[in-house]
């Protein structure tokens, strides 16, 4: 009854079917933690623009931000994003130095940006605004505005973490293509929601 | 090869013991909380110093009373309709109370207290002073009780009375009284001037209620008169007040085995 | 030995689900089971009701004679005989039941039900517009009075004894709105349009003789219309928890005949006079 | 002595076994903290019987009230807040821990024939964040003002008005008891999250050689559906959720309107809607019945399989209707928010949307059904409790066309038909489901059977209870019957009203029921009749490794050659074929 017995194909490193397309797990895990991430940032923003939509003084965006200095931020994070491409490349052809390096450049990036957020929400808190007021209108807009570049940033901090993370063991050997490559799809992620978001609280 | 055994109740027994701990130091899911809120500074609390012994033969009164002057404002009539008891009680409607004027202008339900002047702590009553919901209002509308003393709150009525308090000192509270016989032995922690008390069920219903942190407290009756016994000569301020009409201060002298006279007069706001 | 224990459990099971079945539709003819009705719309959602009990009744009766008959007939004797369905009968069996679902429930939904849902929510030129505020655990109704005007509702000005509705005294429009307390007084035949408001949570109007219901949104104002049919006084209960209080948060509606509203309405004083 | 019993018996095995998959040795490792799928299954099984002593103790508590009004003890504070935990723990905490945690942790990996769950540590660590979850929610009982009041939807402004900072009060449950609620909601859904995120891994990675997609086993396609759902709609509920918390700690307004005024005391909120939180809620909501029911259908298929000596009816046809199932689901959470005050235009497209769904639905019935067309049915209690949730499913889905459909909903929003309808649905079909899988594989968990006697008595106990309570429910909803009511006094609710003291007595059969079972199931742990690998001559994978089954599962893994199904046909009897036969 018991048919454990198992034919001769079985072979240690082929024990299982190939995954979904050849997709590695880690990959594909990364990828449904991006999918269920983005649909809570997607609620976040839909509950934006449902207040948005039904408020009756929304602040006009450009007395409360300079524009230019949003999109020196915005190219600050997307410059980044192209670094972590060259990062993924170079870490592709072997090249650990240059892997290293632009991994940490993305980070460095990355911190740049938090700096400037850090910087405007400085400046935002300081005339005024707070999660439950906000001196050009609608309150619910520092509320939204807090919470969702807060809930964006503490994304950019964790991901300069495991870029550092990623960057040192990409130097020892320890992270090969694969590592630096995950670490890029998050990375790509996260800037990828700020363009939602910049969008959305800049641009509309 | 592994069995999975009972063992792995383990978890299981650990939400257990934090049950039993948690079970210990509560009362259970009750309504609002009624924990005594610890004393804060100023006016509050109890008051320090030495225990206070009136001599008898020293104490003088205060008295007098609250008059009204202008046309009354009309009484709010409230349909009772949605409570069949209620209705039943008060076909007409149920009046809201707030201004109860005598012919001469004599003005009821005005709590006066002495403000200032009171030093020392007073013994606390030992006896509760009593709310009762009756025919669908509060009785009495007004009253006064020491801090720290026991409010015992009780339904006389045959429908579900909600007692909700709405303290800024104190802790709120806000629990049902679901049929005729229910009490609740509430305390009122800090000293404050006035809780407003309120029936969620029957939105016509209020009782204020003037928690003081000594016995010089009284209520105007229907006369519009007061008294405040047994007070130690000394210079006091006396406050009145007037849940629609607000509030007067007034400054006096009870001289040894004297009676301060002391009237106030509100008028239209 | 197994073969009959296995038949005592079919035919054990099979006349259980039989019983139930016969029960339960015994069940509609039996039981008073639905309050009685009195408004226009209301014997439109009757009519839904009913198609539908007919379709999932149909549905459910046949499903479960199908299960029962299985249990019996194929209850733990023989051997199974199953042979694989034909790629064509096994469509049959698919789509079948997709057409016959699709074509039941969805003719029901835009023939019966759709006409039934633009009345609840169509507001006629000529209605008696009523105003419905909630609040822990009350109903307040109001009437525009002469101007058939609304004075404005102000939070700051809210008194739960004295001012309930937050109306300003100042306010021309509000002067003479008629406020009344747990209770809502309609003519019958005549088409209402209620605006529904919440001073504090979630209520729900709620009135299942009139078979109405529609939630009271804070900061919304929503929406419903009902056309009564028959005089009477019909509970209103609270359909959406608001706190402790939630079941005892009643009123009534009034619905009485046009001459009585008219001079219930005459009968009324304005709020601030 | 059972235990160490136990113990030395996996150490003899141990032994006994040739070759070593490097897993611990040590008892807390292997029984506490152990990171086998079979181990943590079984946690979430018990760690769910326990809870549904208070989820069930909780339900004939308030049953007693609403039957003999005044007899229960209970205050109206005491009432909310008891239908709300009850809700929130049956749920959560007991449906979704033993049908989707356990049950779906012990099979997955041994229906798709993996060693383990892809991220074996993670699986652990998603239980043991379960485990401060439940606490935590059975402690906000405790707390000053009781346990969240707000119903298990927890819709704000009720739930959002905590009374902390500046925001008032909305009711005595409003205040710590519904933080900790939804502390432990948050656990909850990171632990279930990343359950789910393990479920896809194992399933699409892991299988065993062979094994495409359409080979799998119905269980496993609705375990990966469900789990696919519950991925794409839970960050709505976290996001709903990080907002409320905001709004009841740090004064933002995202559910709280202008100019509120609650007791009298007006709130400094602007600008907040409360409607948006029904629908991020429902977003979530709606697609977690399906997380839900879903998986108790795979079960019944494989266990109607097994116990009919035929394979399942269009297995194909299943599996789309699963898929078009979890989309459509993900598209119509409107149909909850009726009457909610959205825009009446919307009303009409979620119900017409919503009654598409009845579709694939009368696919996954006729296909349930027509496998036992010319099948040999055994009447085992697993067997018993498969055939039960086909009238379950049946009942409960017809209930929901009178949901779906707007109009109708009028007159049964919010009334005990929602109540009988939800309880069918996720109380009976899935706690059906369940009982059908923890019979089934009750002796691959600990090699030995369940007590086939006291099996019977729990079933018929458990249907005629929960069939009789929830479907005079409904009846009771046809008279108007308004839920989460402490009592009632309207005249045209007094036919239903009559119905009262019946259904509570059926709640009474119902869960004195489930006492034999959990007699049966420690006792049968021990003393149950000892079981071979194969006990039910099934043919899919699980039942191919020895018993008990070996850490690893395989000493080698199996190579899948066929269907899941290889019951013959026609007239060779009992002859089938097991999943990795050679061809």
């Keep these: 009854m018991n048919s454990t017995a198992v034919t001769g194909h079985e072979a240690a490193t082929h024990e299982s079917e190939p995954g979904f397309y050849g997709t590695s797990w880690q990959k594909l895990m990364m990828w449904w933690f991006i999918i269920g991430d983005a649909i809570l940032f997607g609620s976040f923003l839909a509950a934006y623009g449902f207040s948005r939509i039904s ?18 931020m915005t190219f600050t994070l997307i410059t980044s994003s192209a670094t972590m491409a060259t990062a993924v490349a170079a870490s592709r052809r072997g090249d650990r130095k240059a892997a290293f390096n632009f991994t940490m450049a993305t980070a460095v990036g990355g911190l740049a940006f938090l700096g400037m957020q850090a910087y405007e929400w400085y400046h935002l808190i300081h005339n005024g605004a707070r999660m439950d007021t906000n001196p050009w209108g609608a309150p619910a807009f520092g509320a939204y505005f807090f919470a969702i570049t807060g809930f964006h940033g503490s994304h950019v901090a964790s991901g300069v973490l495991i870029l550092l993370i990623t960057a040192w063991n990409a130097k020892r050997g320890k992270s090969g293509p694969e590592g630096v490559e995950l670490t890029g799809l998050y990375w790509h992620f996260v800037d990828l929601v700020w363009v939602f978001v910049f969008g959305c609280f800049y641009l509309i | 090869m592994i069995r999975v055994s009972a063992l792995s109740t383990a978890p299981l027994l650990l939400v257990l013991a934090l049950l039993g701990s948690g079970c210990g130091g509560s009362d259970g899911a009750s309504g609002g909380g009624n924990k005594p809120a610890g004393g804060p500074g100023g006016d509050a609390g109890q008051p320090t110093g030495p225990d206070m012994k009136i001599d008898a033969g020293t104490a003088g009164s205060i008295s007098g009373a609250v008059k009204f002057e202008g046309t009354p404002p009309t009484e709010r009539v409230n349909s009772a309709e949605a409570d069949a008891y209620c209705h039943g009680k008060h076909p007409d409607g149920i009046k809201s109370e707030s201004s109860v004027i005598g012919a001469g202008g004599e003005l009821a339900n005005v709590f006066v207290w002495i403000k200032k002047g009171i030093t020392g702590k007073f013994p606390l009553p030992s006896e509760p002073v009593t709310l009762r919901q009756t025919g669908c209002r509060y009785e009495p509308h007004v009253l006064g009780l020491r801090n720290g003393q026991e409010l015992l709150i009780r339904n006389e009525d045959e429908t579900m009375h909600n007692v909700h308090s709405l303290p800024k000192a104190n802790e709120e509270f806000n629990f049902a009284q679901t049929k005729k016989g229910d009490e609740a032995k509430k305390k009122l922690s800090a000293q404050e001037v006035m809780v407003k008390f309120k029936c969620d069920a029957h939105g016509w219903m209020s009782a204020w209620v003037g928690v003081v942190n000594h016995p010089y407290f009284a209520v105007t009756g229907a006369d519009g008169k007061f008294e405040l016994k047994n007070v130690p000569p000394g210079e006091y301020e006396v406050e009145a007040w007037h849940e629609k009409f607000g509030k007067q201060q007034q400054a006096l002298k009870v001289e040894t085995k004297g009676d301060a006279k002391l009237s106030f007069t509100f008028k239209e706001n | 030995m197994r073969s009959q224990r296995g038949a005592v459990s079919a035919w054990l099971l099979s006349s259980l689900l039989i019983l139930a079945t016969i029960l339960t539709v015994g069940a509609f003819f039996v039981l008073k089971w639905r309050p009685e009705v009195a408004s226009e719309h209301g014997r439109g959602v009757d009519r839904m009701i009913t198609y539908i009990i007919f379709a999932a009744g149909f549905i459910f009766v046949v499903g479960h004679l199908v299960l029962s008959t299985f249990l019996v007939k194929f209850g733990g004797k023989g051997t199974a005989a199953y042979k694989p369905m034909t790629h064509k009968t096994e469509m049959l069996f698919t789509i079948g039941p997709v057409v016959f679902m699709v074509a039941v429930s969805e003719l029901g939904v835009l023939a019966i039900g759709g ?61 003479d709105d008629i406020v009344v307390r747990g209770a809502v007084y309609l003519p019958v035949g005549k088409g209402a349009w209620f605006n529904i408001q919440s001073w504090d949570v979630l209520h729900s109007f709620n009135v299942p003789v009139l078979r109405a219901k529609q939630d009271a949104v804070p900061g919304l104002t929503t929406h419903t219309r009902i056309v009564p049919t028959a005089v009477g006084r019909y509970e209103i209960s609270c359909a959406e928890i608001c706190g402790p209080g939630h079941y005892r948060m009643r009123g009534f509606v009034n619905v009485k005949s046009e001459a009585d509203f008219a001079k219930w309405l005459k009968s009324q004083v304005g709020w601030f006079e | ?27 807390i490792r292997k029984y506490i903290f152990s990171t086998d799928h079979k181990v943590i299954g079984v946690q979430y099984l018990l760690m769910a019987m326990l809870m549904s002593v208070v989820g069930l103790g909780l339900s004939l508590w308030f049953r007693v009230q609403l039957a003999w009004p005044g007899k229960a003890a209970m205050t109206p504070e005491q009432y909310v807040a008891i239908v709300t935990m009850h809700g929130t723990i049956m749920i959560f905490f007991v449906v979704s821990l033993a049908l989707s945690s356990g049950l779906g942790n012990f099979s997955i990996p041994l229906q798709v024939g993996a060693r383990d769950m892809a991220y074996p540590f993670l699986n652990m660590l998603s239980f043991w964040i379960i485990v401060p979850a439940s606490a935590i929610m059975i402690l906000s009982f405790f707390v000053e003002g009781g346990a969240a009041a707000g119903g298990w939807t927890a819709y704000p402004p009720l739930s959002a008005l905590s009374g902390f900072g500046k925001v008032p009060r909305g009711s005595p449950g409003s205040g710590m008891g519904q933080t900790l609620w939804l502390l432990a909601m948050a656990l909850f859904i990171v632990s279930f999250t990343m359950g789910g995120l393990n479920y896809v891994a194992t399933i699409l990675n892991l299988r065993a050689r062979g094994m495409s997609l359409m080979r799998m086993p119905l269980t496993v396609w609705t375990y990966f559906v469900a789990a696919l759902l519950g991925l794409l709609s839970f960050p709505a509920l976290t996001a709903a959720a990080i907002m409320l918390l905001l709004d009841r700690h740090l004064g933002t ?10 007791s009298g005391q007006q709130a400094a909120n602007v600008g907040g809607t409360p409607l948006l939180f029904q629908h991020l809620f429902w977003f979530l909501g709606h697609p977690e019945v399906y997380v839900l029911v879903l998986p108790a259908i795979g079960i019944a298929f494989d266990v109607i399989a097994a116990f009919s000596r035929r394979p399942p009816h269009g297995y194909k046809t299943s599996v789309w209707a699963l898929l078009i199932i979890a989309f459509l689901g993900m598209i119509v959470w409107g149909h909850h928010m009726f009457t909610s005050g959205m825009n009446p235009f919307l009303g009409k497209y979620f119900s017409i949307a919503t009654l598409l769904i009845t579709a694939p639905f009368a696919v996954l019935g006729v296909n349930l059904l027509a496998s036992l067309w010319r099948a040999r049915i055994r009447f085992t209690t697993s067997m018993l409790f498969a055939l039960g949730l086909i009238s379950a ?37 899935t706690m059906t489901g369940t009982f059908a899988g923890i019979y089934y594989w009750f002796p691959k968990m600990f090699g030995r059977h369940m007590n086939e006697t006291l099996g019977k008595l729990h079933f018929w106990g458990t249907f005629i209870g929960a069939f009789a309570l929830f479907v005079i429910q409904h009846f009771q909803g046809f008279g108007g019957m308004t839920r989460r009511y402490f009592e009632y006094s309207a005249d045209y609710v007094q036919p239903a009203l009559a119905l009262n003291p019946a259904v509570t007595w059926f709640a009474f059969l119902a869960v004195g029921a489930q006492i034999p079972f959990f007699f049966n199931f420690f006792w049968s742990m021990f003393k149950g009749k000892k079981a071979e690998a194969n006990p039910w001559e099934a043919t899919t994978l699980e039942w191919t490794t020895a018993t008990p089954v070996p850490h690893g599962n395989w000493e080698r893994l199996p190579v899948v050659s066929g269907k899941p199904y290889g019951y013959a046909e026609g007239a060779n009897g009992d002859a089938h074929r097991m999943q990795n036969a050679e061809a």
């Design chain 1, 55 to 72: 408020a009756v003084n929304w602040p006009d965006r450009t007395q409360m931000f300079s524009l230019n200095f949003i999109t020196v």
């Design chain 4, 1 to 27: 002595m059972a235990i160490a019993q136990a113990v030395e018996t996996g150490k003899a095995g141990h032994q006994a076994h040739g070759r070593d998959h490097g897993h611990p040795a040590g008892f």
């Design chain 4, 393 to 429: 499913v049946g009942t409960g889905g017809i209930g929901g066309l009178f949901l779906a459909t707007a109009t109708a909903d009028l007159h049964f929003h919010d009334t005990y038909f929602v109540v009988g309808h939800f309880h069918l649905m996720i109380g009976v079909v």
């Design chain 4, 253 to 262: 307004s995202f559910f709280l309107p202008s100019g509120l005024v609650v």
């Design chain 3, 115 to 175: 006409p039934v849902w633009n009345q609840v929510y169509t507001h006629k030129p000529d209605d008696l517009v009523v105003d419905i505020t909630a609040k822990q655990y009350e109903w307040i109704s109001r009437y525009p009075g002469k101007d058939g005007k609304f004075g404005r509702k102000r939070p700051d000005l809210f008194d739960d004894q004295e001012n309930p509705l937050g109306l300003d005294r100042k306010d021309p429009d509000a002067k």
